[in-house]
């Protein structure tokens, strides 16, 4: 973690959390009086910090589809929407929020009010984890934080995790003719699908404490992504990769999952046919029911329903700094990623209306 302008939180203090590489960088910018200094806390633990955070990440996948009709760089504005790669997810919130906190920095904040954006975060949340586990010790965020992720605006408070695998099976290479002379990775990973199949038949029929806040899902989510092997049809194929994909529910482990992969896979092959690893871990969310930050977007957008998702977040990772995060924001997910993505400009608008009166809860108010 770079050292700020000052040696502690300051009015409008910057702090940046490089990646291990030093290509790309977290950046938290704090308005307003500098943050309790008394450590994080877990979610359970001491009464809340006062302030707030707003979180984003700053990275958006490629836009490389053949049906853009606009430049998917160049933000358009048409029929009361704005198009453009990462409109929906979730560039909006960031605009959003930075103009909200320019318009705050003139006034006299009680407590803090932080920006907080990360890179990576659709590769696997990298940008998040790295900012947890670079972030110094002594210093403390506001609890209360909200990931502007795209929700229409409804109070989403959890969401599953996702686990990424890769399963590297290992042959030895041979002319196709002399097929004893080699081993085919690919049988090898027919019988590995087979085995995860079984799996994935097992998880189905399981429920979690959090499961009936997943009525479409209801279980841990298992998808074969990716299958790849073999060079030409004339030789015996040496390897096979396939990455896995598990949606894990609140109150689950993503490790405790790849430990059933793993058994699984050693009923079906040798050890010496197959090595699983784990790529990526974004872990579940689930913020407890009374978060003071909950109250205040409810009763600030009229619902009393919250909500859930099957995608993963920041949160996964912030949490273990003690916040506690409501994922919340304009645009629909279901736009997201796609091409001709945009956010109707109405509700930016109103998210700017509500987002003003949340910051007024937590940073002007004694």
């Not at 994080?40 to 009709?69: C, F, I, N």
């Not at 930075?98 to 907080?116: D, G, I, W, Y």
Request: with cysteine; charged share 25%; hydrophobic share 40%.
């Amino acid at each position: 973690m770079e050292a700020s302008s000052s040696s502690r939180w300051s009015a409008r203090a910057v702090e940046r959390s490089p990646s291990a590489d030093g290509t790309k960088t977290n950046l938290c910018i704090t308005f307003g009086p500098e943050p309790d200094s008394d450590g994080p806390v877990s979610p359970a633990g001491p009464a809340s910090r006062p302030g707030l955070v707003l979180s984003g990440h700053m990275d958006v996948v490629p836009a490389d589809e053949d049906e853009w009709r606009s430049d998917p760089f160049a933000l358009t504005e048409a029929d009361g929407r704005l198009f453009g790669r990462g409109a929906c997810d979730m560039k909006g919130f960031l605009a959003v929020a930075m103009n909200a906190a320019a318009r705050q920095a003139s006034e006299s904040l009680a407590h803090p009010l932080v920006l907080l954006f990360t890179y990576d975060e659709e590769l696997g949340t990298l940008g998040a984890r790295r900012f947890v586990e670079t972030w110094p010790g002594d210093v403390s965020l506001p609890t209360a934080t909200i990931i502007g992720e795209p929700t229409s605006l409804r109070v989403v408070r959890m969401h599953k995790g996702h686990t990424q695998l890769r399963l590297i099976l290992r042959g030895e290479t041979a002319h196709s003719g002399y097929p004893h002379l080699g081993t085919n990775a690919i049988e090898a990973a027919g019988r590995a699908i087979a085995a995860l199949a079984g799996l994935r038949t097992e998880l189905e029929r399981e429920r979690a404490d959090a499961s009936p806040h997943f009525p479409e899902v209801p279980f841990v989510a298992f998808n074969i992504a990716t299958v790849e092997g073999g060079r030409a049809v004339n030789v015996v194929p040496d390897e096979c990769v396939i990455q896995i994909g598990y949606r894990v529910l609140p109150g689950m482990e993503g490790a405790a999952i790849a430990d059933r992969t793993r058994e699984a896979l050693a009923a079906a092959l040798t050890s010496d046919e197959y090595e699983l690893e784990v790529l990526g871990e974004s872990p579940p969310m689930r913020v407890p029911d009374d978060a003071a930050v909950l109250e205040a977007l409810c009763d600030e957008v009229g619902e009393t329903d919250m909500h859930s998702v099957s995608y993963a977040t920041d949160a996964g990772w912030l949490q273990s700094l003690g916040l506690q995060c409501a994922i919340w924001g304009p645009g629909d997910i279901a736009l997201a990623h796609k091409p001709n993505e945009w956010v109707p400009i109405d509700e930016l608008q109103r998210c700017a209306t509500l987002l003003d009166r949340v910051i007024a809860r937590f940073c002007t108010r004694s």
